[in-house]
Each structure stands twice: as structure tokens, then as C-alpha cells.
T-cell receptor
């Protein structure tokens, strides 16, 4: 079936640095959404993209349906950015959301 | 904040019992989804409502799972009878509507354990 491969599974950054998370899809997806899991266990929406890129503060996301991937870039990382980040893709022709396995981000002083 | 509210947070049931999970979507949202999350299958769609009308229900879950939305601000998911394989996290999500690209807002989930 449709798969979402998220990498890396864990990432450590020093404050002020940046990096990117990536999700690859085995098939063409209609849209992608990025979440961060908060302390209560809720999934907090970061971005929803059907195409192109979106930016919000120090976060930027891109989605290329044809090339079957999406990225989440974090710049100038802060301690409070630490947490688990998920991507989820919408399978074409279905309301099904397919989640990646998550990236545990740790930002160090 | 007025996000998606799910209750209870945890539920333990004996095999064969009936359990009811509850969800309050974000006020003003028209779409409501019920998902089940397991480590093996990931997120599986159970039901999808648009303006309280059932638009889609996961075929594999029809026999023992029933979701209802009696008003725009409240939905329930009934599992009857429960089986140990139903142990999972059940997530409710809502959005304004999927006419175009729309963001889903998720609740914290209900962790169900069936003994």
C-alpha cells in the first residue's frame, strides 16, 4: 500500500543552527501536512500543502507531488523546538491520512 | 484553547463490552474524522462526516464500529462488542471543510485497552 518514509528518525541540533526533515512517498499524494506533538499528546498543525512551499517564522515546508517528497526546514533552532515532528500525506482518491514514523528533534544549548 | 476535545483520555474494557468514545470538534468546523492509530497499521480512517452526514466509513470497521454525529458540536464512536485487537489510540480530527486544501486539527486521542 501507500507508504510514507520519514527521515531522520532522530535529530540533534545546537541552538541557532538548522536542518531539514524529509518525507518520501511511494506514490503520488494529493497533499501533505506537518505536525508537532505537544506535551499533551495533541498533534499541532504546522503546515498543510497541496503544492509549493509555505513559510512561518523559522519553519518552511515544501511539497513536490510529482517528485513524491516533502520537507520541513527549521532554521535558527531554539530549545522550545524540541519535540516529535510528523508528516502525513493524503492519499489520492481517499480521505486516508498516511503518517510518517516521526522525527524526534532535540535542540541543545 | 478551543481545539478538538476527546474524552476519555484512557479507557480500559473487558472483551465483549460496549464502549463509547466522545469528540467535540473545533467550533465552526464542518468536517469530522475518526481515526484509529496502531503501531502496525499507522492511522486508519474509521469515519468521515461532513455537516453531520456520514460521507465515508472504513469498510473493515463497519460491523462493530459505529460513529454518530447528532449535532455539529459532538460526535461519538461506539465499539460493540470490543475485542482485544481493538486496543489502540483513537483520534478525532476536524476541519472547516475539504472543498480545497484544509488543515486537520486533531484531538489528543483516547487510548483504549481491551483485556
Amino acid at each position: 500500500g501507500d507508504q510514507v518514509e520519514q527521515s531522520p528518525s532522530a535529530l540533534s541540533l545546537h541552538e541557532g543552527t538548522g536542518s531539514a526533515l524529509r518525507c518520501n512517498f511511494t506514490t503520488t499524494m494529493r497533499a501533505v501536512q506537518w505536525f508537532r506533538k505537544n506535551s499533551r499528546g495533541s498533534l499541532i498543525n504546522l503546515f498543510y500543502l497541496a503544492s509549493g512551499t509555505k513559510e512561518n517564522g523559522r519553519l518552511k515546508s515544501a511539497f513536490d507531488s510529482k517528485e513524491r517528497y516533502s520537507t520541513l526546514h527549521i532554521r535558527d533552532a531554539q530549545l522550545e523546538d524540541s519535540g516529535t515532528y510528523f508528516c502525513a500525506a493524503e492519499s489520492s482518491g481517499s480521505w486516508q491520512l498516511i503518517f510518517g514514523s516521526g522525527t524526534q528533534l532535540t535542540v541543545m544549548p | 484553547d478551543a481545539g478538538v476535545t476527546q474524552t476519555p483520555r484512557h479507557e480500559v474494557a473487558e472483551k465483549g463490552q460496549t464502549i463509547i468514545l466522545k469528540c467535540e470538534p473545533v467550533s465552526g468546523h464542518n468536517d469530522l474524522f475518526w481515526y484509529r492509530q496502531t503501531k502496525i497499521q499507522g492511522l486508519e480512517l474509521l469515519s468521515y462526516f461532513r455537516s453531520k452526514s456520514l460521507m465515508e466509513d472504513g469498510g473493515a470497521f463497519k460491523d462493530r464500529f459505529k460513529a454518530e454525529m447528532l449535532n455539529s458540536s459532538f460526535s461519538t464512536l461506539k465499539i460493540q462488542p470490543t475485542e482485544p485487537k481493538d486496543s489502540a489510540v483513537y483520534l478525532c480530527a476536524s476541519s472547516f471543510g475539504r472543498v480545497d486544501a484544509e488543515t486537520l486539527y486533531f484531538g489528543s486521542g483516547t487510548r483504549l485497552t481491551v483485556l
